[in-house]
Every structure is written in structure tokens, then in C-alpha cells.
């Protein structure tokens, strides 16, 4: 069974930074690919940034420029690390994994972690 364990939310300032973990329960060479999502209140969860196995990235416009995703596998971790932090960052943040066998699609995800950003 796949789970994924978020770590390293809280508080910062504006202008700060933090790091999320993503531990995963299985070998992340498993998966199609590994990301970031948030959801901030009364919003859609959205996108912020994935990793594919060969080590492509990808991320939203927003983030660009301030957050990298990356990946250890030998911990079975991706991480996010966020810098120049603004109030529009603060959200719940989902770790998500993908397998992709075939056509079929199979989405992981954390239970989330908060991040709240302060002005």
C-alpha cells in the first residue's frame, strides 16, 4: 500500500522560505512521476510542481523562479524547496504521486501540510 507522509509546513514571513518532504512507503522509481499541489480556502486544488522519473520538472508560473521540486532515491523522498515566500503561497500543500501503467492512471496522495505565509 502507497502512502505518502508530508512534512515541513508552518509559518514563515514573506520573503522567507521553507522545505516540504514527501515520504514515500515505496521506492519512488515506481512512479510515472511526483509533484506538489496546494489548495488554499474557498480555491481548487492546483498545481505547483512535478518531477518525472528521468528527472524533468515542471511548474506553475507562479512558482517559477522561487520553488524547486527535487527527488532522493535512496530516501524515497521528493522534496520542495520554497524560497521568496508570498502570502499567495499559503495553502495546504499535497504531496501526489503518479503511476502510469499502460492507459491507466493511478494518483497517490498525502494528507497534506500546512504553510502560511505572514506579511
Known amino acids: 500500500q502507497v502512502q505518502l507522509v508530508e512534512s515541513g509546513g508552518g509559518l514563515a514571513q514573506a520573503g522567507g522560505s521553507l522545505r516540504l518532504s514527501c515520504a514515500a512507503s515505496?521506492?519512488?522509481?515506481?512512479?510515472?512521476?511526483m509533484g506538489w499541489y496546494r489548495q488554499a480556502p474557498g480555491k481548487q486544488r492546483e498545481l505547483v510542481a512535478t518531477?518525472?522519473?528521468?528527472?524533468?520538472?515542471n511548474y506553475a508560473d507562479s512558482v517559477k523562479g522561487r520553488f524547486t521540486i527535487s527527488r532522493d532515491n535512496a530516501k524515497n523522498t521528493v522534496y520542495l524547496q520554497m524560497n521568496s515566500l508570498i502570502p499567495e503561497d499559503a495553502a495546504v500543500y499535497y504531496c501526489?504521486?503518479?503511476?502510469?501503467?499502460?492507459?491507466?492512471?493511478?494518483?497517490?496522495w498525502g494528507q497534506g501540510t500546512q504553510v502560511t505565509v505572514s506579511s
Open positions: 501526489n504521486a503518479q503511476r502510469i501503467v499502460v492507459i491507466l492512471r493511478n494518483d497517490y
Open positions: 515505496v521506492s519512488i522509481a515506481s512512479f510515472s512521476a
Open positions: 518531477i518525472a522519473t528521468g528527472g524533468s520538472t
